[in-house]
């Protein structure tokens, strides 16, 4: 693939699904102007339709093989990344921007512009190869899902909510709906709107678009939008969205700036109490400091962070707006009257849910303005009816509802349910499932291996939502998991007697494989031990085959104190040479680190730190430096100097010889002592 494809999926990436974005609805919009200021702001020499157009075979029956054999490629070397064609679909969006009536063609001429736009011929590219496109987009779709909510919280519609006659570019429609204009109008609608409701937020989609057309406040929005909500199946997909935007409003009466990555502030309930709880993309500090004094810590080696500064969780602040941020993270909650909290998989606590998943245990709290949908909710969905109550518990907020063990073991149910009530539960709507998935299972050794199962205990199997075909386990139709899948809901195949081994659920052309076993997979007995050997206190400075005595072997230390705090050293950038020579004979050429590749492409004009570390485990020495052909010395733990064992003694008493004058230190002398004894 040529370099300015590459360089167009990049800042597409970038723009539309970088960290930035997580938390936020994403619309892949696309126009003139948009494309201008990409090509602008990420240098990219070649427009957006030259580029695209130049790749495709225009005028075969396969115009976007080249697209698709790419991005089975980059899927290969990476099955996590962003699907490679996201060049192809922005300009199906553009060309979506283009649909109006020139005198030649009418508006609904989709076909004649995106092929004018790629090939400058209206014949090339016809509507019937367009299948292959509306499958990427619900490829897209499916990864955007796979990521939660890092990547931005997918506006792509599954194909049962497109209108018949647009089953294919619909997809691209669908991005189209509202362009940025229509979005920099929308913060200060829902400030006004939340002022006029008393604070009551967010309002849910369809209430939303009632109320922007009751007002006359869609005669702000752009010709498409007011054209687009008169159709009755994309009216319902930009109620979807409006409510979507709604819900990751930030409060302001401005659209949010591109900047730092959106940081999910969720509510955790353990041991009695409730607390913040904050999931960080990409999260790596140990503790990161935020404006209003708010302090993250994180937990272990998850993306969970404890919060500390914004209080608990009572009945004013999750009615109020919560905001902090700073050069790191932007966290960020609006107000919800009705709060989901599930079993989450990594702390094994209660956290608060984004949306009800079918056949998982809830606890539900609801604010007094929302209690009233929430038990209609439960009345018609939940399994078996609604859930008992909590009555008056004591980490309930004041004059809140609470319903425990709520379960919906139907999703089509559940879904027709919210779909009627709206109102407050409309924002934990159950997702849109693309894919089989695997859920739930007693894992043996997740760390190890994910898909290994107990005998069992097998997983549950997640079926997409609108599949038809028969379910397969082992290739073989298995009628008594007709009932569960019926329900649309989880399809356990814990029960079904699957011997240990490899097993595989199909349905149609996709398969999901996992394995089972009666216990942990017992690690072969090593024939012989390679290690560092531990004598008394010290374990050998060079690795080797062990005898049968203590040995240092990877983490295990056999029981010895071995091995200290490591000691960091400060050192200045720009040294002609920079090295440490070890008491014990071992001589390290130490390098500047160069900035991290991420922060070279986020902030190009940022220099590099003046200063950086070197890290010293368990050993002492002289930190020899060298500037304008002068040697400086340093002194970390410097100790005796037993050079001896060392087999590269030569090099070690070479570069202290060299560098004899660095200091006028008594303990250098020592050092030097010992080169010159050494290279005698």
């Known amino acids: 693939m040529d370099l300015p494809y590459q360089a167009w999926q990049q800042a597409l990436e970038d723009e539309f699904f970088g960290s930035a974005q997580a938390g936020r609805p994403t619309l892949l919009y696309v126009d003139d102007d948009v ?200 009216r319902s997909h930009i109620a979807r969205i409006l409510g979507k935007l709604a819900v990751s409003w930030d409060s302001t009466a401005v659209k949010a700036s591109r900047g730092s990555g959106r940081t999910e502030l969720l509510v955790k309930f353990e041991a009695g109490r409730l607390s913040w709880l904050a999931r ?114 004591p980490w309930v907020p004041e004059g809140w509802a609470v319903h425990t063990g709520v379960v919906f073991n139907s999703a089509v149910t559940l879904r027709r349910a919210v779909s009627e009530i709206q109102g407050a539960v409309d924002s934990l709507r159950p997702t849109q499932e693309f894919d089989l998935q695997l859920v739930g299972g007693l894992r043996l050794a997740p760390v190890l291996e994910r898909q290994l199962y107990l005998v069992g205990g097998e ?67 090593a024939e012989r031990r390679c290690g560092f050997e531990v004598s008394g206190f010290k374990a050998s400075a060079y690795p080797a085959v062990c005898g049968s005595g203590a040995a240092l072997s990877g983490a295990d230390c056999a029981g010895h104190r071995v091995g200290a705090v490591p000691e960091v050293v400060l050192s200045r950038r720009g040294a002609d040479e920079l090295l440490f020579a070890a008491s014990d004979g071992r001589l390290w050429r130490i390098t500047a680190p160069e900035p991290p590749t991420w922060l070279a492409e986020r902030l190009p004009q940022a220099s590099a730190p003046y200063l950086f570390e070197v890290e010293l485990h368990d050993v002492g020495g002289w930190l020899l430096e060298r500037r304008a052909g002068r040697w400086r010395g340093r002194a970390v733990s410097p100790g005796i100097p037993e050079p001896a064992s060392s087999p590269n003694v030569s090099t070690w008493a070479e570069a202290v010889l060299a560098a004899r004058d660095c200091t006028a230190d008594s303990r250098w002398a020592a050092y030097v002592h010992a080169a010159e004894e050494a290279a005698r």
């Open 35 to 234: 494309e201008r200021e990409l090509r602008k702001r990420y240098g990219i020499g070649v427009s957006l339709a030259e580029c695209v157009g130049r790749v495709l075979n225009s005028g075969t029956d396969r115009p976007y093989a080249p697209v698709e054999t790419y991005r089975w490629r980059k899927w290969k070397e990476d099955k996590e990344a962003i699907p490679a064609f996201l060049p192809l679909l922005a300009a199906s969006v553009l060309a979506a921007t283009r649909m109006v009536n020139d005198g030649h063609h009418p508006a609904s001429a989709y076909h004649v512009r995106f092929s004018e736009l790629l090939t400058n011929r209206e014949d090339l590219l016809r509507g019937e190869e367009f299948e292959a496109v509306s499958q990427m987009w619900q490829v897209l779709a499916r990864w955007q899902h796979s990521q939660g909510t890092a990547r931005g919280v997918c506006t792509i519609p599954a194909a049962a909510d497109l209108p018949r006659n647009q089953s294919r570019i619909g997809f691209p429609l669908s991005q189209a709906l509202l362009n940025g204009g229509d979005r920099q109008a929308l913060p200060e609608i829902f400030a006004k709107l939340r002022s006029h409701n008393s604070g009551a937020w967010p309002l849910d989609g369809e209430t939303l678009l009632a109320t922007l057309e009751q007002w006359g406040w869609d005669s702000r929005f752009s010709a498409g939008f007011r054209r687009a909500k008169k159709v009755p199946d994309f």
């Open 280 to 393: 960080v993309p990409n999260a790596g500090a140990p503790h990161i400091s935020l404006s209003g004094g708010v302090v993250l810590e994180r937990l272990a080696d998850t993306a969970y962070y404890s919060v500390d500064g914004l209080g608990v969780p009572d009945a004013r602040n999750l009615n109020r707006w919560l905001n902090a941020s700073s050069d790191e993270a932007a966290l960020n909650r609006s107000p919800t009257p009705v709060l989901a909290l599930g079993r989450d998989d990594v702390l094994g606590t209660w956290v608060s849910a984004s949306a009800f998943v079918p056949g998982e245990e809830y606890i539900v709290l609801a604010a007094p303005e929302a209690q009233s949908d929430v038990r209609r909710l439960l009345d018609r969905a939940a399994s078996p009816g609604r859930p008992r109550e909590g009555g008056r518990l």
């Open 459 to 525: 997983p549950s199997v997640v079926i997409p939502d609108d599949a038809s075909e028969t379910l397969l386990v082992d290739g073989t139709a298995r009628p008594e998991l007709n009932g569960a899948r019926a329900l649309g809901g989880l399809v356990p195949l814990a029960g079904l007697g699957l011997p240990a081994g490899v097993h595989t659920v199909s349905l149609g052309a996709g398969a999901v494989r996992f394995t089972t076993a009666e216990g942990l997979p017992v690690p072969a007995a």
